[in-house]
Structure formats: C-alpha cells, structure tokens
C-alpha cells in the first residue's frame, strides 16, 4: 500500500510572496489566519494562493508538532454494513476533532493485516483502530505500534489477552437472545452457524447459543453446530448439511446475516417454507436482510455507535500520552429486530 502525495505545481509561499511582492513571513501569517495581518491583505493572500493552485503541506507541519492529526482504520472488509456503519461513525468523530482517516481493509487476511498496521505506524499516523482478520490469532503483529507509542483500540473483533482498550458487542448475550426468541417460536432442533472460533466474537455467539438450550432444557448437539467463514457459499452449503440431516431441523441461528440469507434462498428453492418449517435468525442488520422475502429477524450491532465509541477512546489516548492509561473495555448491547423469518401463523 502506498501513500502518495500530489503536488504537481508545488507552489510555496515565497512564490506568492514574489506575485504579491511582500514578504514571505506575511503570507505565512496570512494563511495561519495570525492577527497580525489585516483583513485586506489575508484576503489578497488567499485569492492569490488559490488562483496559484498553491497546497498546504499539512503532513510537514503536523510533524513539525509531533502530531499528523491522521488516524488509521483497518477492517476486514469494507463491503459489510456493520463496518461501513462503524467507519461512518469513526469518520463523525475524527471530523469534529479535526483529524483525517485513513481507511484499510484486510480482506480477512492476516499477513495484509499485519503488512497494513507497518505502513500506517511508518506514515506516524497517532493512532489505529482495528477490527482484527479472521486469520488473526495474537496481538504480536501490534508490537511496531507500541514501540513507536501508536495508540491502539480494538472494536468488534479483538486478540484476547492484551494490553489494549476496545469496544465490543455483547455478542454472547445476542447468541442468547437469538437462540432463546427461536425457542419462543416453538423450535427444539436448532441449527448453529458459527464462525472460526479463535475469534472471541464467534466463541461467544456460541456460547449464548449453548446458555439458551441449557435455560430451556434442550441438549446441546455438536452435530448441529457449522464451523465456516460464513461466507455465501458456505451459507448453501451449510442449507444442504442440514437437508441431509436425520433430525427434522425447525430453527437456524447464523452468526451473521450473509450466510443466513444465502441458507433461506437454498431451502426456499428446495421447498422449505420459511419461517413454517425452519424459522431463521441472523446477526448484524445488513440492509439485504430487511428487503428479501421473508424479511430476516437478525441482531442489530450499532455500529456507528460503536465507531464513535471506539474513536472517543482512542483520542482520550492520544490527547494525553503522558498519562497510563488502564485499558477500557466497552461493550454494547445488540437488539434483536424481529422480523417475517421467525412471524409464524401463531403469532399472528
């Protein structure tokens, strides 16, 4: 990844300085807005400098203060809804503060991961929020951050274990919610779709899951639990493993919306009535999941608040490095949005 700067004319202020013929060390004041300019000649500056294409090098004159008001975000992609939200809100709270963001997705690869967090601690952003790859197993990759005292905080998905603050969802309490709402719509043989489980997310998705059965009385089943990167394909794939299962499955849980979709679309063509026969929840709120038919009872995760969350945080970090700082750990209720995948006649 490379960071490049365009400035094809590169005007300085002694070139405007020269077309103006006053000195330079004015038009420096001028731009800076000093009060020891007059408003004639701050007026006579800027046109001069736009009409001169002229650029401010902000980058130098932030390192100058030690400071590049830039932070960095990485994702693993930008594409889902829950990220873009989480982004929308970051970039809300950067704004405000004056800060710009950099904005990196990992495509759920560690080694791009890894490669991301070198270019942004080397392009001395003052900080980085993370949602970690789903390749990502520790925090050691994170070490060139720390050394050069780069604030990081952890959102959404995080390396346990370590030294540094983060925002979460409250992800088992949504697997809970999730699997127990399934319960209330009459279904006994729940399916899980999980994720890989060396992230803290998907273990505690599953971990609701399991409380849920265990607070209703129905045992828990390994068999009908499906380890996948919850991608499309592995949506249809897991909606075949369920057809070929002897037990007559009434419910699915997802550990995201994707897969969950891509499962409600396989059965549907195989002649599965949803949510009659199998009544489906999904995790995140992607927009698909309130267009499609039936609509998707998914967990909604806030992502902008989240975002902004997380961006408080990080500039509490950076504003007063002088301080040691006690790791924060935030987290955030998702809300279960019931919709037509779970409405069964009964509750009509």
Request: proline content about 3%; aromatic content about 6%.
């Amino acid at each position: 990844m490379k960071f490049i700067v365009s400035q094809p004319n590169n005007i300085t202020i002694h070139d405007i300085a020269e077309a103006l013929q006053i000195n330079s060390s004015t038009v420096s004041r001028a731009l800076n807005n000093s009060s020891r300019v007059t408003q004639k000649t701050k007026a006579r500056v800027l046109k001069k400098a736009d009409e001169m294409g002229y650029q401010r090098n902000l980058l130098a004159s932030n390192l100058r203060k030690s400071k590049t008001n830039t932070i960095g975000v990485i994702v693993p992609r930008i594409s889902r809804h829950f990220f873009s939200s989480a982004i929308a809100g970051i970039e809300e709270a950067a704004y405000e503060s004056g800060y710009r963001v950099i904005i990196c997705q990992s495509m759920e690869q560690f080694s791009r991961e890894k490669d991301l967090i070198e270019t942004l601690v080397a392009n001395r952003v003052d900080g980085i929020i993370l949602s970690i790859s789903m390749e990502t197993t520790n925090a050691k990759h994170l070490e060139s951050a720390r050394v050069k005292g780069t604030s990081v905080v952890f959102f959404d998905r995080h390396c346990d274990g370590t030294n540094y603050s983060k925002v979460l969802n409250d992800d088992f309490q949504g697997g809970f919610d999730a699997t127990e709402h399934l319960i209330k719509q009459g279904c006994q043989n729940i399916v899980h779709f999980s994720g890989p489980q060396q992230l803290k997310i998907y273990e505690n998705r599953k971990k609701g899951y399991q409380q849920a059965l265990k607070k209703n009385g129905i045992p828990y089943r390994s068999e009908l639990v499906f380890n996948s990167k919850l991608m499309e394909k592995d949506g249809v794939e897991n909606a075949k493993k369920i057809l070929q299962l002897p037990l007559k499955i009434d419910g699915i849980f997802s550990a995201n919306d994707i897969s969950a979709i891509a499962a409600m679309q396989h059965l549907k063509k195989q002649g599965i009535q949803i949510p009659k026969d199998i009544s489906v929840v999904g995790f995140s709120n992607e927009p698909s999941a309130a267009v499609i038919e039936p609509a998707l009872t998914t967990l909604d995760q806030s992502g902008r608040k989240i975002g902004q969350k997380a961006t408080e945080i990080l500039f509490e970090e950076i504003n007063n490095k002088s301080v040691l700082h006690k790791p924060k750990s935030i987290v955030i209720k998702p809300s279960l949005l019931q919709r037509s995948s779970t409405q069964r006649a009964s509750d009509h």
